[in-house]
């Protein structure tokens, strides 16, 4: 059997600190990434500019360990970067709902960010209204009507960085 990449192989820990309010205040995140046969640092720092997602949590830790084994390097793969990490946070916001027991999209409300533009420890996001795209997901009960034993259906609330594609200088 031949190959020349490998998808790539995360694992994350994240501790979240938050109030009896679902407020999140901040979070503690470590990373472990195979990297396979590779000098590269492989993904895991991708996420550096979206550490807190569409979140406002001020504190944040992120340590990242990065192998090298005897796997092919990880190559192209799609949604190898940020999807993982968004995944990651969104099972938080799930994890901290379900002990306070509260709502999961209530939970999410509280800790989104709700006034642009919005300086994050880690980047500076100019526009957004992800509380507003919240409420639209939320809006579709043709879409919750769908979940079964067979069909999950569930939310989540994300953001990517995004890269102008040319520099214009104005006069």
Do not use: C
């Amino acid at each position: 059997m031949a190959s020349n990449s490998s998808g790539p192989e995360r694992k994350f820990r994240i501790k979240a600190y938050f109030d009896g309010e679902g407020v999140v205040k901040g979070l503690d995140i470590s990373i472990w990434e195979d990297a396979g046969a590779s000098k590269s640092s492989g993904q895991a720092f991708k996420p550096l500019g979206i550490l807190a997602g569409p979140y406002k949590i001020r504190n944040l830790r992120y340590n990242a360990t990065v192998v090298a084994t005897n796997k092919n390097p990880a190559g192209a793969f799609r949604g190898a970067g940020t999807p993982p990490h968004t995944w990651a946070l969104e099972r938080v916001m799930d994890a901290i709902a379900d002990e306070l027991g509260l709502d999961r999209a209530e939970v999410r409300r509280r800790n989104l960010i709700d006034s642009f533009p919005y300086e994050a420890p880690y980047a500076y996001y100019d526009s957004g209204n992800p509380k507003g795209l919240l409420e639209l997901a939320l809006s579709r009960s043709d879409l919750f009507a769908l979940r079964d034993e067979n069909t999950g259906v569930g939310i989540a609330v994300s953001t990517d960085r995004q890269r102008p594609r040319a520099l214009r200088v104005l006069s």
